[in-house]
């Protein structure tokens, strides 16, 4: 099993669309989670840290469950700028302070 | 305020060169970290280290890789010989850590390529 697993995707959908994205860790004692963004050929930006809370920042909110040991993202309203590959993000918290990316989820929206 | 720096921001070279890439963190950051990205296998770390030590290189490939934090504000990665299958791209990154896995911040990358 992979330590941070995410759907490829592609998701293609409309402009004005709600989207949302899972990813699932393996270390339940993980720590620390993020959400990238990376566009083509561009280098990997972050988009959100994720709290226990849950937490919301414009369109774009992030959730946690530890129970279940994932995350996720939902995005309002697209717009075509949000299209781009989408990193899901965990500190494994094995004595490493390295974060564990997972291969990303392809967004392409559409007008 | 400066981000990620890194150079060069492509490279071209022959089998059997050696490659020098360079990194300059964020000011104030404490950790550095090197990854490669390729459509194959996607992110992978590759080695990071915390106050200028290394921590963990389980990620470097093989001997033919090397890397150095000689201060806080820069790092070299060393590829020497090069071959074809190490073209990819070179991201550095860097953050405060506080022990538990901070935000990382990426530099705009080298594109290296061997022919």
């Known amino acids: 099993r992979k330590e941070v697993e995410q759907d490829p995707g592609p998701f293609n959908v409309p402009e004005g669309a709600t989207v949302a994205f899972n990813c699932t860790y393996s270390n339940s004692a993980s720590q620390s989670f993020f959400w990238y963004r990376q566009d083509c050929r561009k280098e990997p930006k972050l988009l959100m840290s994720v709290y226990s809370s849950g937490n919301e920042d414009g369109r774009f909110t992030a959730q946690l469950n530890r129970a279940s040991q994932y995350i996720s993202l939902l995005i309002r309203d697209s717009k075509l700028s949000d299209s781009a590959t989408y990193l899901c993000?965990?500190?494994?918290?094995?004595?490493?302070?390295?974060?564990?990316f997972g291969s990303g989820t392809r967004l392409q929206v559409q007008p | 305020d400066a981000g990620v720096i890194q150079s060069p921001r492509h490279e071209v070279t022959e089998m059997g060169q050696e490659v020098t890439l360079r990194c300059k963190p964020i000011s104030g950051h404490n950790s550095l970290f090197w990854y490669r990205q390729t459509m194959m296998r996607g992110l992978e770390l590759l080695i990071y280290f915390n106050n200028n030590v290394p921590i963990d290189d389980s990620g470097m490939p093989e001997d033919r890789f090397s890397a150095k934090m000689p201060n806080a504000s820069f790092s070299t990665l060393k590829i020497q010989p090069s071959e074809p299958r190490d073209s990819a791209v070179y991201f550095c990154a860097s953050s405060f850590d506080w022990g538990g896995g901070s935000e990382q911040y990426f530099g705009p990358g080298t594109r290296l390529t061997v022919t």
């Open positions: 993000v965990v500190n494994m918290d094995t004595g490493r302070r390295a974060l564990t």
